[in-house]
């Protein structure tokens, strides 16, 4: 069972908070739920850079590629040999591979965010119980540092 530590007052929610980190309680067992975005918390409690931009970057690549390989093959398929120019040229198939890498790099960073959020699960959007208009400091049991 998580410690449950409510305020009603920002800057005593915000002192608590500092005080759990200076005692070396890690960030990784703090969960603060606030009613409103309060910017110092992420200055308190620094988080990890996201993984998505890897979803990004492998969905990217392979829309690329898939544009490119799309193209040529089925040109190679289906030469269609005009007035010498050759059967496989770039520049037409860079705007096929264009749009194909930015379909995939956004469907795969979509679908990275779903996979890292664990959506759709409401369990993860919503918590179990109602605090209103207080600021509270759920702290997982662990050890400390």
Request: hydrophobic content about 50%.
């Amino acid at each position: 069972m998580a410690d449950r530590r409510v305020f009603e007052d920002r800057e005593q929610f915000l002192e608590a908070l500092r005080r759990l980190v200076r005692e070396g309680v890690p960030a990784e067992r703090i969960r603060v739920i606030t009613p409103f975005g309060v910017p110092e918390v992420e200055e308190i409690l620094p988080g990890k850079r996201s993984r998505v931009r890897f979803f990004a970057l492998i969905g990217a690549a392979g829309g690329t590629v898939t544009g490119l390989a799309f193209t040529i093959l089925t040109s190679l398929s289906w030469p269609l040999v005009i007035g010498g120019k050759p059967i496989v040229s770039l520049p037409p198939f860079i705007i096929i591979a264009f749009a194909l890498t930015i379909l995939f790099g956004a469907l795969s960073t979509f679908a990275g965010f779903l996979l890292l959020s664990r959506l759709p699960s409401l369990r993860g959007i919503r918590s179990g119980e109602e605090y209103g208009n207080a600021f509270v400091i759920l702290i997982e049991e662990g050890e400390r540092r």
